[in-house]
């Protein structure tokens, strides 16, 4: 989760609406060539973050095929390659809450700089080949909780960076550049590590920390801590407090309440993803048709982030949320009639597509709704629940396929998403004109 709203300290709670977001007009620097995705690209301090974003992210993909390859050649189970695998992911669910809140108490720019000279000195530590499994798993565990620190602290610190519009146009290409990594990964990571070991590809991952480091701290202003909110008189909160209080105040704001629930729809969409394998068999096209269905999700992210930002007028983008949320819904719902090949993909890509922008729009108002001094634990927590509830989904999906088959899961994915987008609509409307 990364965006901007209530930068300023301002009442988090005023409406959601068009009129009530900064507007090219507003920012000197957004108009007119804010328009255009390239416009974020003269920010050299986006350039910088995106950068590091960028190399540090291959070098997580590279890793994560990485360690796969490496724990199954040390032990020859699958179950033990899966385990390690989902430890790249499952930690950063309760690192949102319990370590984002360092991003509201430290200099960002600084935190994000430590975080990776760390990340470094521990990955290499995973490349050491007499290491048992045991404190692999534990060091991996560590690697990933601080990542949810250096995520929390750059969605807190973006929307500084890029003020007005520009901030939805860096969302938009922060979202095209992970699916592409994302993309690339499926099509050469295997490769790749053909001809490279699994531990030198944990060394690459080391350096493209340490690039990471180096970008950051070169490139992006040093800024001071965020100023903390009023003594309640409680006294000093640690930051698991922090995270707790994140909570509540999501929950007790009807607007950034909606809004995350709007974002969670995207979990139950990436269903069909989690079950391509099955629903390429079924089609008879596999692993062929599993390479296509897999990237079709991610191809339509592209499309969508880039022509919904492109396209659509910044004064209708808060209004058209709701409508595209249940909208993404419908293609995947066409596949209960178990269509071919490349008419699935195509429906997975313009699902993709649709759930992508209004996941991206729906993003920005989230964060501009929470003032600074809380964006890093706020967008730490939700980051945290946008990750279980992937977690939760997928597994349900799975579970569901093997009962009822994998072209009927995913059709009732999009039926469950429909009807639970056509609430979250009704929802955001009444947060968005009534405040």
Request: hydrophobic share 55%.
């Amino acid at each position: 989760m990364t965006g901007r709203l209530g930068a300023d300290g301002g009442d988090a709670r005023r409406p959601l609406d068009a009129a009530a977001l900064p507007q090219a007009g507003d920012d000197p620097e957004a108009a007119p060539s804010g328009r255009h995705a390239r416009s974020v690209f003269a920010v050299r301090e986006f350039r910088s973050l995106w950068g590091a974003e960028l190399v540090s992210a291959v070098g997580d993909q590279l890793a994560r095929l990485a360690l796969a390859v490496l724990v199954y050649a040390q032990t020859s189970s699958a179950g033990l390659s899966a385990l390690v695998y989902a430890l790249t992911f499952l930690p950063a669910m309760l690192g949102g809450i319990l370590l984002a809140g360092l991003a509201d108490r430290y200099r960002r720019r600084e935190l994000m700089v430590l975080v990776d000279l760390l990340r470094a000195g521990l990955v290499v530590l995973m490349a050491v080949p007499w290491l048992p499994l045991g404190a692999l798993c534990g060091v991996l565990v560590v690697v990933v909780l601080l990542s949810s620190v250096h995520s929390a602290a750059q969605a807190a610190l973006l929307p500084l960076v890029l003020p007005g519009e520009r901030y939805e146009r860096g969302l938009a290409v922060r979202q095209i550049t992970a699916q592409a990594v994302q993309l690339a990964a499926f099509a050469g990571g295997g490769a790749l590590l053909v001809a490279v070991p699994p531990r030198t590809a944990l060394l690459l991952n080391a350096v493209s920390f340490l690039i990471s480091g180096v970008v950051l701290r070169l490139g992006v202003a040093s800024r001071p801590a965020p100023v903390p909110p009023a003594d309640d008189g409680t006294g000093p909160r640690s930051v698991v407090h922090d995270g707790i209080t994140a909570i509540r105040e999501i929950l007790a704001d009807p607007a950034r309440r909606t809004l995350l629930g709007l974002v969670l729809l995207v979990s139950v969409y990436v269903v069909p993803e989690a079950i391509a394998a099955p629903y390429a068999s079924a089609l008879g096209n596999s692993p062929f048709g599993t390479g296509l269905l897999m990237a079709a999700d991610p191809a339509g992210s592209v499309i969508g982030a880039f022509a919904f930002q492109r396209l659509v007028p910044a004064r209708l983008r808060s209004r058209l949320i709701g409508v595209l949320a249940v909208l993404a819904g419908f293609p995947l719902i066409a596949c209960v009639s178990q269509p071919g090949l490349w008419a699935s993909v195509a429906l997975w890509v313009v699902s993709g597509a649709l759930s992508t922008a209004f996941m991206v729009q729906a993003q920005a108002l989230f964060v501009r709704a929470t003032p600074d001094a809380r964006r890093g634990s706020v967008v730490g927590v939700a980051a945290s629940c946008l990750l279980a509830a992937q977690g939760v989904t997928v597994f349900l999906g799975g579970v569901l396929a093997d009962h009822t088959g994998p072209a009927m899961t995913v059709a009732i994915a999009g039926a469950v998403g429909t009807v639970l987008a056509v609430g979250g609509a009704v929802a955001w409307r009444s947060a968005r004109v009534g405040g």
